[in-house]
């Protein structure tokens, strides 16, 4: 326990809802109200609180539920104008960043921010997500000595790569000049760090989750989970792949476990490959552990990702694991997957053939080793020593 319990906020969208990002800042948050008075800040309606999500009610931790004010529609179309010709036409300087900055987050909404943040008297504010990050920037001044921290939960290409859904390439100095004002940028892997010219911290996001019972590896049964949004998990291409392995094959299966907006598109898919039999679509459970006790191989289908938890999820469960061969996957798999070539659901068939004749007892092993690394512990205390 540290002499002076320090004040420390997390500034999120969300943390009573599904998903990787709130689950692991759920489990962060957790272990640091052991040695800090912590309070999350969410954009969570109040009537969604629900603490038993992630287990939040077993920790010592405050809520505010913040929403920004509407701006007026002379506002709003003042600061569309400018935006678009930051983005488009204007020459983009650190100036013109810094415009950038206050007309993509209008005075209303800025100011809102500021005042709710003020009221906490913290000693310390995370931004979960990069948006979030570069409006605490727009609220530095006034938050005084407040170690202002950001925490960037995509890849750097999901964020600025060509065809981005997120912000796109036309917005990467922007982010990085703004980032650069910070106390910290953290980000979830070393070949994130290099592809940003900021300094930058890197922190892997741990294992979120106590192991069930390990995988005894004689199910026949392929495992994906994620959330259904657009193209991001690649749950697409998985069921194209597996309906080519399907033809040769007619003993393995495939569980998906997830919700979203894509479920029609992907039950269709599985509809007209007639496969309705050997893939079957699950939705969330707080029980995730039953899948990967029940599955013998574990595959991440994704087109791009930040730090994938399933993934060392999976590892503490004993799967080996199939896998995009996106650097993050290599970054903390090393040569322990099978990796195909991102997008390519011939390849992707092939490796799920090859998973079904490994040495399976042998990569059991090895899923256990490597997902022992992310123990929460040590990450905590690497939170800690950036915050102190």
Known sequence: MYAEMKKLCFLTDSIFSIGGVQRVTAVIAKQLAKDYDVTIVTRDRLEDKDTSLYHLDEADIHYRFFQYPETPKWKQLICKAYSYLYRKVLPQTRFTSGLYAHSSFPSEKREALTQELQQGQFDVIIGVHAPLAVRLVACKKELGNTKLIGWIHNSYKALFGEGSHYLGPELRTHYEWQLDKLYKTVVLCQHDAQEYHIPTSVIYNPLTLVPGAPSAGGSKKFLAIGRFSPKHKGFDLLIQAFA??????????????????????????????????????????????????????????????????????????????????????KEIMGDFAQYFKNGDINDLARRLEEATMIDWQQRSEEALTIAARFDVKAIVKQWKDIIE
Request: without cysteine.
């Open 244 to 329: 080519l392995f399907a033809k040769d094959n007619k003993d393995w299966a495939l569980d998906i476990v997830g919700e979203g907006e894509e479920d029609i598109y992907y039950r269709s898919l599985i509809a007209n490959s007639r496969l309705e039999d050997r893939i079957k679509i699950h939705p969330f459970t707080n029980d995730i552990q039953r899948y990967y006790h029940e599955a013998q191989v574990f595959v991440l289908s994704s087109r791009w990702e930040g730090l994938p938890l399933v993934l060392i999820e999976a590892m503490a469960h004993g799967l080996p694991i199939v896998s995009s061969d996106l650097p993050m996957s």
